[in-house]
T-cell receptor, first 112, second 112 residues
Framework: DGGITQSPKYLFRKEGQNVTLSCEQNLNHDAMYWYRQDPGQGLRLIYYSQIVNDFQKGDIAEGYSVSREKKESFPLTVTSAQKNPTAFYLC???????????FGEGSRLTVL | QQQVKQSPQSLIVQKGGISIINCAYENTAFDYFPWYQQFPGKGPALLIAIRPDVSEKKEGRFTISFNKSAKQFSLHIMDSQPGDSATYFCAAFDQGAQKLVFGQGTRLTINP
C-alpha cells in the first residue's frame, strides 16, 4: 500500500543527544514536510522540501536539520540545540494532483 | 505569527447536535482551505476541503462554509456522533510558498 512511514513511533533521548527521525514515502510526491505538534498549538512547520536536494526552513527550524538526498526520504534530526524537543513530530507529503497533504503516523520524542 | 486563527479550542456537543468550528485568516494568497481530523496517537487525515471560488461544500454530515470577503471559514458537523470525537484542524495553503498553515486545533467531544 502507498503511504508515509515514520520511525520510530516512540523515542526517548537524553539531554544533549542528537536524534534522527525517519520519514519514507512511496507516493511519488515531490514535496515533503515536517511538522511539530504540541498541545494547544496546532501543527507548526519545521522544514519542507519541494524537490530533491533542496529544502526550506519553516516557522520553527532552529535546533533542527534535514536532508533530502532521495525523493522518497526526508529525515529530520533533532539536535542538542533544540531547547524543548519533547513533542509529537509529523511528516507529510503533498500531492499536486489532488491537492492533498498526506501525513504519517507520527513519532513521539521524549527527552529525559 | 499565527496566520490562521481557530476557535474554539475545545468543544463539547451532545450526540445528534451540530458541531461548529470557526477559522479566520489574513493572507489573501491562501487559495485552498482543508480541514483535517486527528485521532489520538495518529496523524491528521483530510476530512473535507474548499477553494475560495465556492461558498459552501458538503460531504455527508460535514459542511464547509466559506466567506471570502470576511476571510473566514467554518466546519459544521451535522448529527454529531461519538465517533466524531477527535481534534480538528483548519488549514490554508499558500500557493506561492507551497506550504500549508494550520490553525491551533479544536478538541471536539461528542457526549452520548
Amino acid at each position: 500500500d502507498g503511504g508515509i512511514t515514520q520511525s520510530p513511533k516512540y523515542l526517548f533521548r537524553k539531554e544533549g543527544q542528537n536524534v534522527t527521525l525517519s520519514c519514507e514515502q512511496n507516493l511519488n510526491h515531490d514535496a515533503m514536510y515536517w511538522y511539530r505538534q504540541d498541545p494547544g498549538q496546532g501543527l507548526r512547520l519545521i522544514y519542507y522540501s519541494q524537490i530533491v536536494n533542496d529544502f526550506q526552513k519553516g516557522d520553527i527550524a532552529e535546533g533542527y536539520s534535514v536532508s533530502r538526498e532521495k525523493k522518497e526520504s526526508f529525515p529530520l534530526t533533532v539536535t542538542s540545540a533544540q531547547k524543548n524537543p519533547t513533542a509529537f513530530y509529523l511528516c507529510a507529503s503533498f500531492s499536486d494532483r489532488v491537492g492533498e497533504l498526506f501525513f504519517g503516523e507520527g513519532s513521539r520524542l521524549t527527552v529525559l | 505569527q499565527q496566520q490562521v486563527k481557530q476557535s474554539p479550542q475545545s468543544l463539547i456537543v451532545q450526540k445528534g447536535g451540530i458541531s461548529i468550528i470557526n477559522c479566520a485568516y489574513e493572507n489573501t494568497a491562501f487559495d485552498y482551505f482543508p480541514w483535517y481530523q486527528q485521532f489520538p496517537g495518529k496523524g491528521p487525515a483530510l476530512l473535507i476541503a474548499i477553494r475560495p471560488d465556492v461558498s459552501e461544500k458538503k460531504e455527508g454530515r460535514f459542511t464547509i462554509s466559506f466567506n471570502k470577503s470576511a476571510k473566514q471559514f467554518s466546519l459544521h458537523i451535522m448529527d454529531s456522533q461519538p465517533g466524531d470525537s477527535a481534534t480538528y484542524f483548519c488549514a490554508a495553503f499558500d500557493q506561492g510558498a507551497q506550504k500549508l498553515v494550520f490553525g491551533q486545533g479544536t478538541r471536539l467531544t461528542i457526549n452520548p
